[in-house]
Antibody, heavy 123, light 109 residues
């Protein structure tokens, strides 16, 4: 079955770090890029950037540089998104999504999504 | 960044109604537009890509049209399963950032 399965909800104190996983199955992992999309509570969708699953090279969009880190473990077909120095405003649902097209030139849409991981930053 | 504006933000309709949602881009994006459906507690699901191409497995009552700066998503006969929030997304390579519209919630009238 073609799917992306994300890790479970996380509750962290402000200042801590969190790492969300996204495991792919049912297709060749390195054929498609993986993007990360944030959805704040009751809000819309915001593209955070993407990672090239061949090279492991990440690209972050403005607003998601510095504290956000995308990585891979191709041996287990898994992408990761880490947030360091968590802030209350990082509280959101985070989705991984498979890119179709050329995310390298911001020319892609998303045909497969993980189920989402709720990250809550609260003391 | 290219701004995407959807209208209306909320739409009340009945089963069987023809429903149209509009998405406007702040500059031309050719036909690089996708539409997604999101139900509460679920991930978005792509319905349409390249403005009018129907994603495999999506019912034919969904259709998309438009080019340049104005696009529409039409549901020809609204079904109970279609009550959800719909988002457009531009993916024009001349913009450094993919952006989504603010969403249109389709509610039961």
């Amino acid at each position: 079955q073609v799917q992306l399965v994300q890790s479970g909800s996380e509750l962290k104190e402000p200042g801590a770090s969190v790492k969300v996983s996204c495991r792919a199955s049912g297709y060749t992992f390195t054929t498609y890029s993986i993007s990360w999309v944030r959805q704040a509570p009751g809000q819309g969708l915001e593209w955070m950037g993407w990672i090239n699953t061949n090279s492991g090279y990440p690209t972050y969009v403005q607003g998601f540089t510095g504290r956000f880190v995308f990585s891979l473990d191709t041996s287990v077909n898994t992408a990761y998104m880490q947030i360091t120095s968590l802030k209350a405003e990082d509280t959101a649902l985070y989705y991984c999504a498979r890119g179709r097209g050329f995310c390298s030139s911001s020319n892609c849409y998303f045909d497969l999504w993980g189920q989402g991981t709720l990250v809550t930053a609260s003391s | 960044d290219i701004q995407m504006t959807q209208s209306p933000s909320t739409l009340s309709a009945s089963v069987g109604d023809r429903v149209t949602i509009t998405c406007r881009a702040s500059q031309s994006i050719s036909r690089w537009l996708a539409w997604y459906q999101q139900k509460p507690g679920k991930a978005p699901k792509v319905l349409i890509y390249e403005a009018s191409s129907l994603q495999s497995g999506v019912p034919s009552r969904f259709s998309g049209s438009g080019s340049g700066t104005e696009f529409t998503l039409t549901i020809s006969s609204l079904q109970p399963d279609d009550f959800a929030t719909y988002y457009c997304q531009q993916y024009n390579s001349h913009s450094p950032k993919l952006t989504f519209g603010g969403g249109t919630k389709v509610e039961i009238k």
